[in-house]
């Protein structure tokens, strides 16, 4: 047990410092070169972002390997546990909260502010802003706390009348359990239904706030991780499909480039025009609409761009390029195939063991427990993936939808090419979703990740909440998330082949 609690702690540590490593290498590589060597605050709020996500979604395998200390325990309380598992939630969920909802948006609006005042001015604009939100968050999450916050458990109330204490027990066995001469009936078993009663308590405020966060999360999490968990793999899929199948010829290549020539200058009339209706004043529905059209229209003018790059490849390694290029396509094909599978087990994971009462099978659950009993924490890693992989899903669904409906903003993220507000939007949004992931995973995988500290922590009260516990109760974001990836799974079918 000892190697078992030493290995734990070294695997915590280390992975808690790859995950700082990997979020500065993301920011580097992913950054604008108009971002390098400024915007300092936004990018150390993006890697702190970044590695409390990461390690709110890896903290839930953790908690189950965590369990792992006290397996050949009597019950849980018998032991001592490797890692303070409830106390790192409450931390990470503070983090969390104070991210998503003061940092970020304090970061984003001093990032968007009027560069030609001064640092003070966009400061007091950012944090004047932020108190404001804050407040009237502040007024509604108190008024609906003391209105409805409060939660309703479903008891039964069991009386029986004393007996003598019996001088042998060989009376007792499987199938006389009890001490009554009546086989299998029990007081629970023989109550009526009168005897179920509702007990109301009221919880706590900061419960309360992580309630609602979730349930907010939960909403985006069944809209963007439904179609994501559809368009992640079959994205890669048709990307391969879609690929070019030889390079072009120079005349081809002069006459495509013309046309990408003759685009960029008319969106860049277009973005003049619109700057100078800002300076104006006239920044009203109309031209913020045009504004994410333009900004759509350039999203794609620039995956043009690249796309026609690929097929004419230019310079002394043109040959090597190409080369390249067609194994990167291979590779997203391998990737797309994978994240089929895993969308699959996913999704028909959800149906056997969520949707379907009571379950036909533990599936997943099952699976993992197995590759635990193959070798100490391969089935945690399969736990952890599976969880991940779903943040995935979120970030795919979010720039589908942004790129496809106009009423969303696009955010996109480009090796080299995004900006910090782009960067900001999306780390909030993992934030946001995270919470949803740990629950929904908590509740996927209950079977595995039975008796940790996440499933206490959203057990009864997250689902007994007066006002939002028929949303879990009848299983709503389950049944938006999987008809939303079976929709986007027909709209690929139908349009996915065809090249724009």
């Not at 706590?204 to 963007?224: K, M, N, Q, R």
Request: aromatic letters at 12%; one cysteine or more.
């Amino acid at each position: 047990m000892g190697d078992f609690n030493l290995a734990l702690v070294i695997v915590a540590v280390v992975v808690s410092v790859l995950v700082l490593l990997v979020s500065v290498y993301l920011l580097v590589n992913y950054q604008h070169p108009d971002d390098v060597n400024q915007a300092y605050f936004p990018k150390l709020v993006v890697i702190l972002g970044l590695s409390v996500a990461t390690i709110s979604i890896l903290m839930l395998p953790a908690d189950v390997a965590n369990r792992q200390a006290c397996r050949h325990a009597i019950y849980n309380g018998a032991c001592n546990l490797t890692l303070p598992m409830k106390t790192l939630w409450l931390a990470v969920y503070i983090a969390d909260a104070v991210l998503v909802f003061f940092i970020i948006p304090f970061a984003m609006f001093y990032y968007e502010g009027d560069q030609d005042k001064s640092v003070a001015k966009r400061l007091k604009s950012a944090l004047l802003w932020v108190v404001t939100s804050a407040i009237v968050c502040g007024l509604v999450l108190g008024i609906l706390y003391a209105l409805v916050g409060k939660v309703d458990f479903t008891v039964r109330h069991l009386s029986s009348s004393v007996r003598s204490f019996p001088n042998s027990w060989t009376g007792l066995s499987s199938s006389q359990p009890c001490l009554t001469p009546l086989t299998r009936q029990c007081a629970a078993y023989t109550a009526s239904a009168s005897s179920e009663k509702t007990w109301t308590m009221r919880t706590s405020f900061p419960e309360y706030v992580v309630a609602l966060a979730t349930v907010v999360g939960s909403v985006l999490f069944s809209i963007f991780g439904g179609v994501g968990i559809a368009c992640l793999p079959l994205g890669l899929i048709f990307a391969f499909i879609r690929r070019p199948k030889a390079v072009i010829t120079r005349s081809q290549y002069i006459k495509e480039a013309t046309e990408l020539g003759k685009k960029a200058r008319e969106l860049k009339k277009a973005a003049e025009a619109l700057h100078q209706e800002e300076r104006n004043g006239n920044k009203g529905r109309k031209w913020r609409k045009n504004v994410k059209a333009v900004e759509k229209e350039l999203l794609l003018l620039e995956d043009d761009t690249k796309a026609l790059e690929e097929m004419y490849p230019q310079g002394e390694k043109a040959e090597t390029t190409w080369a390249l290029t067609v194994l990167g396509y291979l590779g997203k094909l391998v990737l797309g195939i994978v994240g089929l599978i895993v969308s699959v087990a996913w999704v028909a994971h959800i149906v056997i063991y969520l949707l379907i009462d009571p379950p036909l099978s533990p599936f997943l659950n099952e699976v993992f427990i197995k590759l635990d009993d193959a070798w100490g924490l391969l089935g945690t890693a399969a736990f952890a993936f599976f969880c991940f992989y779903l943040l995935l899903a979120v970030i795919a669904g979010a720039m589908m939808l942004g790129l496809r409906l106009i009423f969303i903003t696009i955010h996109p993220m480009k090796w080299g090419g995004t900006l910090m507000n782009s960067f900001l939007f999306n780390v909030g949004l993992i934030l946001l979703c995270s919470m949803s992931v740990i629950q929904f995973c908590a509740t996927a995988f209950g079977y595995y990740a039975r008796a940790t500290a996440a499933q206490e922590i959203f057990g009864h009260t997250l689902q007994s909440l007066r006002g939002i516990k028929y949303l879990y109760k009848y299983n709503v974001f389950q049944y938006a998330f999987v008809a939303l990836g079976v929709i986007t799974l027909f709209y690929y079918a139908a349009f996915g082949w065809k090249k724009r």
